[in-house]
């Protein structure tokens, strides 16, 4: 997120409204903008160009795929992703000192958890992910759905404290499962208390790491050291959240329209996240305590995180069976119906699935299809 808006410019209907590009703590301040809704984070380059910020290769996570993988875990409940084309933020000399910087899954480029508490003692856990570039798919080899800036999410949903059910959002749409239809990993965890002594070299310690060494065993014995965890895979090039791994059929029939989605490096989004709780009564977003420094102006803005679907006479824009190759870029997480009552934003039908192999094709049944205010 900070790494984009180091290239970005706002802009309100295409001219520029201040010179110097914001920061994460300033991001608000764009609203004094009429309301700042019509008002577009603008790439610098050309997205035809294909600048490295907007591939975001740095930040693909640590180790190996979902597939050959062992990752740390933390005590956080949340999913997993095996998505890995993300864009790096800016320095941080923290990071530096991050003990998960080189564990396997760990991504420089940090994910975004916003917890909702709410009534009847249920809880919303939303994963937020944050892409500079969204690369639309092609058909009949035409290509369009390009934007710049994509935020994706998944949720999962708590009650009474117990995981019942998770979304995932694909573009303007998205699919619900009851949590026990989703795949899980088995992940190590380490927390500090049980990590083992590597090596001791006072006898007034041998004690201490002897007694340390058995509780680790104990606890591997008796499976305490270990997480199951959901696992989310996301499209490559659309970054849709999905339940399965493969060919996803959406809009169009006969797969004419598809995301691909596979096994590829796992992320785990606990291992760097800027963590948050968010009252929607009060509709203000606070820092946890395990990231209490992480900035909260930038949830409060009410524009784009991306480019304006560029004009009829552009030379990169065109548009196919009423698609356009450039559409604009997305709204950001408070738009993404925090408060909803079902597992589903919007009022559109919400079918919570049972088996997250069923098979079908997705049809958008949200509000109006503006590709400016979905899901995606």
Same mark, same amino acid.
């Given at each position: 997120?900070?790494? =984009?808006?180091?290239? $970005?410019?706002?802009?309100?209907?295409?001219?520029?409204?201040?010179?110097?590009?914001?920061? !994460?703590?300033?991001?608000?301040? !764009?609203?004094?903008?009429? %309301? %700042? =809704?019509?008002?577009?984070?603008?790439?610098?380059?050309? +997205?035809?160009? $294909?600048?490295?910020?907007?591939?975001?290769?740095?930040?693909?996570?640590? %180790?190996?795929?979902?597939?050959?993988?062992?990752?740390?875990?933390?005590?956080?409940?949340?999913?997993?992703?095996?998505?890995?084309?993300?864009?790096?933020?800016?320095?941080? +000399?923290?990071?530096?000192?991050? @003990?998960?910087? =080189?564990?396997? /899954?760990?991504?420089?480029?940090?994910?975004?958890?916003?917890?909702?508490?709410?009534?009847?003692?249920?809880?919303?856990?939303?994963?937020?992910?944050?892409?500079?570039?969204? &690369?639309?798919?092609?058909?009949?080899?035409?290509?369009?759905?390009?934007?710049?800036?994509?935020?994706?999410?998944?949720?999962?949903?708590?009650?009474?404290?117990?995981?019942?059910?998770?979304?995932?959002?694909?573009?303007?749409? /998205?699919?619900?499962?009851?949590?026990?239809?989703?795949?899980?990993?088995?992940?190590?965890?380490?927390?500090?208390?049980?990590?083992?002594?590597?090596?001791?070299?006072?006898?007034?310690? *041998?004690?201490?790491?002897?007694?340390?060494?058995?509780?680790?065993?104990?606890?591997?014995?008796?499976?305490?050291?270990?997480?199951?965890?959901? $696992?989310?895979?996301?499209?490559?090039?659309?970054?849709?959240?999905?339940?399965?791994?493969?060919?996803?059929?959406?809009?169009?029939?006969?797969?004419?329209?598809?995301?691909?989605?596979?096994?590829?490096?796992?992320?785990? @989004?606990? &291992?760097?996240? =800027?963590?948050?709780?968010?009252?929607?009564?009060?509709?203000?977003?606070?820092?946890?305590?395990?990231? +209490?420094?992480?900035?909260?102006?930038?949830?409060?803005?009410?524009?784009?995180?991306?480019?304006?679907?560029?004009?009829?006479?552009?030379?990169?824009?065109?548009?196919? $069976?009423?698609?356009?190759?450039?559409?604009?870029?997305?709204? /950001?997480?408070?738009?993404?119906?925090?408060? *909803?009552?079902?597992?589903?934003?919007?009022?559109?039908?919400?079918?919570?699935?049972?088996?997250?192999?069923?098979? %079908?094709?997705?049809?958008?049944?949200?509000?109006?299809?503006?590709?400016?205010?979905?899901?995606?």
């Amino acid at each position: 997120m900070g790494r =984009h808006l180091f290239h $970005v410019t706002p802009k309100l209907n295409y001219t520029s409204i201040q010179e110097h590009s914001p920061n !994460l703590t300033e991001l608000d301040g !764009l609203n004094e903008w009429n %309301g %700042g =809704h019509y008002v577009y984070l603008t790439s610098d380059d050309d +997205p035809e160009e $294909v600048p490295s910020w907007l591939s975001g290769e740095k930040n693909i996570p640590n %180790g190996q795929p979902l597939d050959n993988i062992e990752a740390l875990a933390s005590s956080f409940l949340q999913p997993t992703t095996s998505q890995a084309i993300l864009q790096s933020p800016n320095s941080d +000399p923290k990071l530096e000192q991050d @003990p998960h910087l =080189h564990a396997p /899954g760990h991504s420089h480029a940090p994910a975004i958890l916003v917890v909702v508490p709410k009534a009847n003692n249920i809880t919303d856990a939303f994963w937020f992910y944050f892409y500079s570039f969204n &690369l639309g798919n092609t058909v009949l080899n035409v290509r369009f759905g390009n934007h710049v800036g994509d935020w994706e999410h998944s949720m999962v949903r708590f009650e009474n404290g117990v995981p019942t059910s998770m979304f995932f959002s694909e573009h303007i749409f /998205g699919t619900a499962y009851l949590y026990e239809a989703v795949e899980k990993k088995r992940v190590r965890a380490f927390p500090a208390e049980q990590q083992p002594t590597t090596s001791s070299t006072h006898h007034d310690n *041998r004690d201490k790491k002897e007694e340390e060494d058995e509780k680790v065993h104990e606890n591997r014995e008796a499976g305490r050291d270990t997480l199951l965890r959901p $696992v989310v895979y996301s499209a490559a090039g659309t970054h849709a959240n999905y339940a399965t791994p493969g060919r996803h059929t959406y809009v169009l029939p006969f797969g004419l329209l598809h995301d691909e989605t596979g096994r590829g490096p796992l992320w785990d @989004p606990s &291992l760097n996240a =800027h963590a948050y709780t968010y009252d929607f009564v009060s509709d203000r977003l606070f820092a946890s305590t395990r990231t +209490p420094d992480a900035p909260t102006e930038w949830f409060d803005f009410a524009g784009h995180w991306g480019d304006r679907a560029y004009a009829r006479d552009d030379p990169r824009q065109y548009e196919f $069976v009423g698609q356009l190759h450039y559409v604009s870029g997305p709204l /950001g997480p408070r738009f993404k119906d925090l408060r *909803r009552e079902r597992v589903c934003p919007g009022r559109a039908k919400c079918v919570v699935r049972r088996n997250r192999n069923e098979e %079908g094709w997705r049809v958008w049944e949200g509000e109006g299809g503006d590709l400016e205010e979905g899901v995606d």
